[in-house]
């Protein structure tokens, strides 16, 4: 007794020299070793709420008590000390009074680590101020049966404590918020520079990480419909510093989760906390969050994102240890988790705006591509009876969303009729997106509409957006419907009625608010009839059909159509005439134009190409076609005047081969020139028996 006295006495001359609760325990540590039986040495204090309690053991260079470090060792490095739940656990018992307990009759967190250190039994009691606990004090022994008796002792002991103990607690607790601050405060900083996906992945691994040590984490984000969740950044941890990471360079997402009844769900509908092992296999009800327990998982540290009031998201943070994560961890996710909202909310609208960046490049790109089509006529042009009609439907439905048929023969101008109706539409600010039906081969069919994401099939090294998507606000021309195979026609009511559809290798609903106009030059009534077209998708393209006319229905109109395509095509081959001889257009109206305004313009082209003097002379037989005129009788005389048209055509055949060197196909194609079909050629070159050379 005298020899604990001798060593109190030189306690109380040796702790005013303590200056953080470090001090504290060494200068302990170097009186009271030997004197008084204990392994390992240590405070809790109490915060002000008495809700929880935190520990201040720290480095102690100490070697007779190695335990002191171990015990150190379970700070997660927060810059702050552990902090634990006090209700129901030894501690809150000792803050009553002094008390002597077994290591069975100890609960608390860390039991699992004393149980380690070989403790057996412990002796604990309160430091007090006149408001009541402050702090806790005890003395841990691996040796059983070492506190009986020494209750008095450990009285005295508390006694020189007290006063020193209620300084260092201040200094504590201010130390404790220096250091949260301290660390929130680089956290947020950190992330105040994440503008993408990598960076935060980077700062959620590199910055956080060192400060909650935690195995692996999920950041999830709710779609706009609310109705699925998907991965922001997707990281594994596997060993040391190695990092897989699958960040889609082009706003894509990763693999997508039903929302409903989901983990996610539950999480985010409920404030920040600790799941353990138990609650973990409770609320686990999707794949993901299985395989995640298959993989070790026994912990989680999770909470919803949210921005402005509005749940947008869940950050995750997993451990292999079911007791790692304590309430230090959970205030420091809470403060972060507030600010990795508002980094994910500032990413997900620079990606928004990336995506509209992109479809108004694409737009571009597509509308000068459709601007430099061969065939793009840059204005309507006639005033017959005929076509004042169509302008009239024009009229009536342009400012509506209805669904239009333009029906007509090749070439009479269908794709200019519905350029004519969306330019004139509320959709008018967006480019009209075509697809010709005809051109777009069997298997490409959904990707070409539909669009596909990266990695959905061979070959598919980026994303692209399919043409139901591009047409979102705007209006989707599909020319040669009726060449739609049926199993093709099928998907495509099915979008007509829903408007929304998958891109290829996705499983995400895409929505696309796109006014449909359709042309066909096929007679839809009879194809249904025969079985090679869908009656009900018939009927909802028939909304408001426009037939255009035949050009040997509005002849009147071939005077100003040749005039137009002199000066289009004058311009182009920058040969330049007065203009085109008065018979000539009398003559050449006298001709039925089977291939319609297209075959007068690629007849205007090859004149004005042809052409030697400054006037376009035009004559009938220059046309090679069989019938000279709509439906009058064959005259006498009439007869050599076919003979002699067949020799014309034979001799223009032969010429326009020779000129292209026994070309029939593709742009520089006589066939093209000619201003007909290849296969018509063809069988012209065959009933002729011109040789080919």
């Known amino acids: 007794m005298n020899e604990l006295n001798t060593s109190l006495v030189a306690l109380r001359n040796d702790l005013p020299a303590a200056k953080s ?9 170097r009186h009271l070793s030997g004197v008084f039986p204990y392994d390992t040495f240590g405070i809790f204090l109490l915060d002000s709420s008495e809700e929880y309690h935190y520990d201040i053991v720290g480095d102690v260079e100490d070697d007779s008590h190695p335990n002191n470090l171990l015990l150190m060792k379970t700070r997660y490095n927060l810059g702050v000390y552990n902090r634990f739940k006090h209700n129901g656990t030894s501690i809150e018992k000792h803050s009553e009074q002094t008390s002597i307990m077994s290591i069975d009759e100890i609960h608390h967190p860390q039991k699992d680590l004393l149980l380690k250190m070989g403790v057996k039994e412990a002796i604990g009691g309160p430091i007090r101020n006149s408001n009541g606990p402050i702090a806790v004090v005890y003395f841990l022994s691996t040796k059983p049966s070492q506190y009986q008796g020494l209750e008095d002792s450990f009285e005295k002991i508390l006694l020189e404590l007290n006063p020193f103990i209620m300084s260092i607690r201040k200094i504590e607790e201010l130390s404790y918020q220096v250091g949260f601050q301290g660390t929130l405060l680089k956290i947020t900083e950190a992330l105040l520079f994440c503008i993408d996906r990598k960076q935060l992945l980077d700062t959620i691994y590199g910055v956080i990480r060192p400060h909650i040590d935690y195995f692996s984490f999920g950041l999830f984000v709710l779609n706009e419909a609310g109705t699925q969740h998907y991965e922001l950044v997707n990281a594994d941890n596997m060993e040391g510093d190695s990092i897989q990471a699958d960040i889609d360079a082009a706003f894509g997402r990763h693999a997508e989760y039903e929302h409903q009844n989901s983990t996610v769900e539950h999480i985010m509908y ?28 026994t912990s989680i540290l999770a909470g919803p994102l949210e921005f402005q009031g509005k749940k947008i998201g869940m950050l995750t943070l997993n451990s292999k240890d079911e007791n790692y994560f304590t309430e230090n961890h959970l205030n420091l996710f809470k403060k972060i988790s507030l600010q990795i909202s508002i980094i994910v909310q500032n990413i997900l609208t620079h990606e928004q705006l990336r995506k509209v960046q992109l479809e108004t490049n694409l737009e571009k790109k597509y509308l000068m591509e459709e601007v430099n089509l061969e065939y793009n006529y840059e204005e309507i042009i006639g005033a017959s009876k005929a076509i004042r009609t169509v302008y ?36 008018k600010e967006r480019a009209l997106i075509k697809v010709n039906c005809a051109n777009v081969p069997k298997g490409l069919f959904e990707s070409e509409l539909f669009g596909y994401v990266k990695g959905a099939f061979t070959g598919a090294e980026n994303s692209k957006l399919g043409k139901f998507e591009l047409a979102n606000d705007s209006t989707l021309f599909l020319d040669e419907i009726g ?10 009511l099915s979008i007509l009625q829903e408007k929304s559809f998958e891109p290829v290798g996705s499983n995400q609903t895409i929505t696309s608010n796109f006014r449909l106009i359709a042309a066909t030059n096929r007679d839809l009534e009879l194809e249904v009839a025969e079985g090679r077209f869908r009656s009900d998708l018939y009927y909802r393209l028939m909304v408001f059909p426009i037939t255009l006319p035949p050009l040997r229905a509005r002849k009147e109109d071939i005077p100003a159509l040749c005039q137009h395509f002199l000066k289009k095509y004058s311009h182009r081959t920058k040969k330049y005439f007065q203009g085109i001889e008065a018979s000539g257009i009398d003559e050449i109206k006298l001709y039925d134009w089977p291939g319609n305004v297209r075959e007068l313009e690629h007849y205007i082209e090859r004149s ?4 030697l003097g400054p006037v376009i002379k035009l004559a009938l037989s220059d046309l090679v076609e069989e019938s000279i005129s709509e439906s009058d009788e064959i005259h006498s005389g009439e007869l050599e005047r076919i003979q002699s048209l067949n020799e014309s055509e034979i001799d223009l055949i032969r010429k326009t081969l020779e000129f292209t060197s026994g070309r029939i196909r593709g742009e520089k194609g006589a066939a093209r020139i000619l201003g007909i079909k290849p296969t018509t050629l063809e069988s012209r070159i065959k009933k002729f028996g011109i040789l080919l050379d």
């Open 21 to 29: 609760g470090h001090d504290l325990i060494s200068i302990v540590n």
């Open 270 to 297: 409920y404030p920040a906390k600790i799941y353990n092992l138990e609650q973990l296999n409770r609320i686990s009800s999707n794949k993901m969050h299985k395989y995640m327990l298959a993989g070790g998982i």
């Open 392 to 427: 009239q439907r024009i009229d009536q439905i342009a400012p509506y969303d209805s669904s239009v048929l333009i029906l007509g023969e090749s070439g009479t101008g269908k794709e200019l009729i519905a350029r004519a109706i969306h330019n004139t539409s509320p959709r």
């Open 483 to 492: 060449e739609l195979p049926l199993e093709h026609q099928a998907k495509l």
């Open 608 to 611: 004005v190409v042809l052409a």
